[in-house]
């Protein structure tokens, strides 16, 4: 898979984002947007990753107009309930005792866009998980690892995270950030990346 | 996690298979059996994952009968038909052809036993997976990448092959190679890694 230097951009600072296109083989340029993740609108979950993906990756594309640019935003939600990034071990313990046991929904909303042709397609993917029962001790142990701290629903799926997940349907990177599959799909059919 | 230095043994040459334990953080020794892959005797797909990771654990476990040992055996099926490991780029082209736009099974048998403590698990846990539409152009391009040919199905889901995976239906790292939620979900319970 080659693409021109530079001719594709994510717009995420995410690392797991980064990991995901690389394990692709795909050459592109990391640019972070600076969007206000509250800048949205309040609404559905799935509207909320929708805008805030197009957001991130017009922002950048106002700057790169010639290039083919990724946003992305991913959200876990249960129960009606949306999970942000824990801040305190609290936080995190409670986020993964809701998770235990249970089946939770990973959404993510991504925008792939070029200013110069004049495109832009939006989708939202969504992925179920299921957790395994955790005990007490297990979630202490793994809130200690610190791994929760910057992750939203307070798990890594592609770290120490993974004795957690029992069962998933639907796409697994896009539980890690990105449907990888879609995003390269739409690429190759556009001709962004060449086969 | 903690388990004590050697006291875990992954009893399988796969890389994947070490990376997975590794991304789990536990601490252990990779002691490759060599059992004939052809000396179980042909039974169903089941049967046979279940039989060679038993093979496999049991081989390892009579040179070290303190240790925990870990086998494993994986194999791809689709429509009653076991894919094997390609060999030549057409047999590589044969396989990603049957598997593209249809939904597979990923079978992994594997099997923990001590035998000073006179244990022994094995079990059988099967993953569906759904490739997207592939253009003979994908194919070809996949192919030339070299990653079909020492894998079953002829596809790495961790590696570049992730494009192709659209979505699946039970344990992801089961299609890697290992269950790893219930591996170490049973080490947990027999007090063989604490938390």
């Not at 979630?139 to 592609?158: L, S």
């Amino acid at each position: 898979m080659s693409s021109p230097v530079h001719h594709l951009i994510l717009a995420s600072t995410s690392p797991r984002r980064r990991d995901l296109l690389m394990q692709a083989g795909l050459t592109f340029r990391v640019i972070p947007a600076t969007v206000d993740e509250n800048s949205v609108r309040p609404g559905s979950p799935e509207k909320h990753v929708r805008q805030l993906a197009r957001a991130k990756a017009e922002e950048v594309s106002e700057h790169y107009p010639e290039s083919w640019v990724i946003g992305a935003d991913t959200i876990v939600t249960i129960d009606g309930e949306v999970l942000g990034k824990p801040k305190t071990k609290a936080e995190a313990g409670r986020m993964l005792e809701t998770l235990s046991g249970k089946t939770h929904r990973v959404l993510t909303g991504y925008c792939i866009c070029c200013r110069k042709k004049k495109r832009t397609f939006c989708d939202v993917v969504e992925t179920e998980v299921l957790f395994k029962e955790l005990t007490k001790k297990e979630i202490n142990w793994y809130i200690g690892t610190g791994e929760p701290f910057d992750k939203a629903g307070g798990y890594a799926v592609q770290g120490l995270g993974i004795f957690m997940v029992k069962r998933i349907q639907g796409s697994y990177t896009n539980v890690v950030g990105l449907p990888v599959c879609e995003v390269i799909d739409y690429l190759y059919k556009e001709g962004v990346i060449e086969r």
